[in-house]
């Protein structure tokens, strides 16, 4: 299984990114998928999720209403389109696959994770 994300990048505060991620080795669609996020000061943390159904999403409260989470099951591909930045939004980025409803939370839930794709934002 390959988790590959991309998009990551330099903006200023109050700017848009698009991340993306690609899946492979897996029957994507029936899998969740989840971005978590990462800082050198902070454990790592959820921050958006879509389940396999694409009927349903979920959102860190940080992130309401700025964030939202896409994915595209004849692709294989995630997405999570980002507006409106803040200089707290800067962490490494990962995606990753749950083989579960809901869409799931908590990080043990997810089984598989690619690498992360480093969003700065700067103030």
């Known amino acids: 299984v390959q988790l590959q994300a991309s998009g990551g990048g330099l903006v200023h505060s109050g700017g848009s990114l698009r991340l993306s991620c690609a899946a492979s080795?897996?029957?994507?669609?029936?899998?969740?998928m989840g971005w978590f996020r990462q800082t050198p000061t902070k454990e790592r943390e959820f921050v958006a999720a879509i389940s396999y159904t694409i009927t349903t999403t979920g959102y860190a409260d940080s992130v309401k209403g700025r964030f939202t989470i896409s994915r595209d099951n004849a692709e294989n591909m995630v997405y999570l389109q980002m507006n409106n930045l803040k200089p707290e939004d800067t962490a490494l980025y990962y995606c990753?696959?749950?083989?579960?409803?809901?869409?799931?939370?908590?990080?043990?839930?997810?089984?598989?994770w690619g690498k992360g794709t480093l969003v700065t934002v700067s103030s």
């Open positions: 990753a696959a749950a083989l579960a409803g809901g869409p799931p939370k908590p990080q043990h839930e997810y089984a598989y």
């Open positions: 080795g897996l029957r994507f669609s029936r899998y969740s």
